[in-house]
T-cell receptor, first 116, second 113 residues
Framework: GAVVSQHPSWVICKSGTSVKIECRSLDFQATTMFWYRQFPKQSLMLMATSNEGSKATYEQGVEKDKFLINHASLTLSTLTVTSAHPEDSSFYIC????????????FGDGTRLSIL | AQSVTQPDIHITVSEGASLELRCNYSYGATPYLFWYVQSPGQGLQLLLK??????LVQGIKGFEAEFKRSQSSFNLRKPSVHWSDAAEYFCAVGEDDDYKLSFGAGTTVTVRA
């Protein structure tokens, strides 16, 4: 149980395009999801908390207009990297909290984003 | 705000030998503590967690961790390492009010034959 699916797993696109990453909780409801960014050989950096039915809460230093988050339902959150540039290339990971039980966070397998 | 320190960036261990990964945290109350493992290019898998109760917790894949309040530590151990245990290990601390996690920098474990 508690499976989180993240799609796509890998995306390559041209500079200036927008890229959408989906995070789905497959077998549980998740009012709260999280988006992380991970640079090579580094730890996870929390970007934002995604809340179903309300605006996302962004961490300090994260551009909310660059990283658009939409939590459309109790099982789906999306992260859109707008007008992506090479410096946005990274590994993006989402996680979800079960509405029943809270912790721990369940993580997706991540999305490798490469901007050319 | 809480913080997490994993003092060892990289550990190399022989297959069959024991492994201990250190984790220290800074937090005012009793935190929620977690150990996650990450294989290259993958997401994070939960090994074990501590919320309250018995300070020695058992996890998956033969791992265990001990919460020591006096030392603000939550070290991960495995008695006998397998080659498949080579991965990145992250210690994380959470709060019960907003569910955010703070991660340590991670420890890379290399297993030699």
């Amino acid at each position: 149980g508690a499976v989180v699916s993240q799609h796509p797993s890998w995306v390559i696109c041209k500079s200036g395009t927008s890229v959408k990453i989906e995070c789905r909780s497959l077998d549980f409801q998740a009012t709260t999801m999280f988006w992380y960014r991970q640079f090579p050989k580094q730890s996870l950096m929390l970007m934002a908390t995604s809340n179903e039915g309300s605006k996302a809460t962004y961490e300090q230093g994260v551009e909310k207009d660059k990283f658009l988050i939409n939590h459309a339902s109790l099982t789906l959150s999306t992260l859109t990297v707008t007008s992506a540039h090479p410096e946005d290339s990274s590994f993006y990971i989402c996680s979800a909290l079960e509405d029943r039980g809270g912790q721990p966070q369940h993580f997706g397998d991540g999305t490798r984003l490469s901007i050319l | 705000a809480q913080s997490v320190t994993q003092p060892d960036i990289h550990i190399t261990v022989s297959e069959g030998a024991s492994l201990e990964l250190r984790c220290n945290y800074s937090y005012g109350a009793t935190p929620y503590l977690f150990w996650y493992v990450q294989s290259p290019g993958q997401g994070l898998q939960l090994l074990l967690k501590y919320f309250s109760g018995d300070t020695l917790v058992q996890g998956i894949k033969g791992f265990e961790a001990e919460f020591k309040r006096s030392q603000s530590s939550f070290n991960l151990r495995k008695p006998s390492v397998h080659w498949s245990d080579a991965a990145e290990y992250f210690c994380a601390v959470g709060e019960d009010d907003d569910y955010k996690l703070s991660f340590g920098a991670g420890t890379t474990v290399t297993v030699r034959a």
